[in-house]
C-alpha cells in the first residue's frame, strides 16, 4: 500500500543543477518525517539529506550542505530534493524514504530508485 516513486534524475555535466522529486502515496504524507539516500556500489547506503513532517526541521550529510536543499509540499505529498553544483563525487542512485515516525526513527519504505550521474 505504501510506495514512493522517484523521478527526475539523469545525466548532468559537473556545476550543473537537477530537481529530484518523490510522489508517496498510501499514508497520511504530513505525518512522517522523510529522507533522501545515494549508493554507489561498493558503498554503504548514505544519508544525504532528512525532513521533519512539517518541514521545519532539515539536516544534511557534511558532504552536501550548502548545494542540496531538502523540501516537501504536504497538500501534493511530495518530496523534492534541489542539487546544485554537482559533481562526480554526486554519482549515485538517489532513493526517496519514509521514516517510522520523526527525525531519527528507522526508514520503513524505501523508493526504487532513480540514477543520477554526473558526468563531463
Known amino acids: 500500500q505504501v510506495q514512493l516513486v522517484e523521478s527526475g534524475g539523469g545525466l548532468v555535466q559537473p556545476g550543473g543543477s537537477l530537481r529530484l522529486s518523490c510522489f508517496a502515496s498510501?499514508?497520511?504524507?504530513?505525518?512522517?518525517?522523510m529522507s533522501w539516500h545515494r549508493q554507489t556500489p561498493g558503498k554503504e547506503r548514505e544519508l544525504v539529506a532528512s525532513?521533519?513532517?512539517?518541514?521545519?526541521?532539515?539536516d544534511y550529510g557534511d558532504s552536501v550542505k550548502g548545494r542540496f536543499t531538502i523540501s516537501r509540499d504536504n497538500a501534493k505529498s511530495r518530496l523534492y530534493l534541489q542539487m546544485n553544483n554537482l559533481s562526480s563525487e554526486d554519482t549515485a542512485v538517489y532513493y526517496c524514504?519514509?521514516?517510522?515516525?520523526?527525525?531519527?526513527?528507522?526508514?520503513?519504505?524505501w523508493g526504487q530508485g532513480t540514477q543520477v550521474t554526473v558526468s563531463s
Open positions: 498510501g499514508f497520511t504524507f504530513s505525518w512522517y518525517a
Open positions: 524514504a519514509k521514516l517510522l515516525g520523526g527525525l531519527g526513527t528507522r526508514v520503513t519504505t
Open positions: 525532513i521533519s513532517n512539517l518541514g521545519g526541521t532539515t
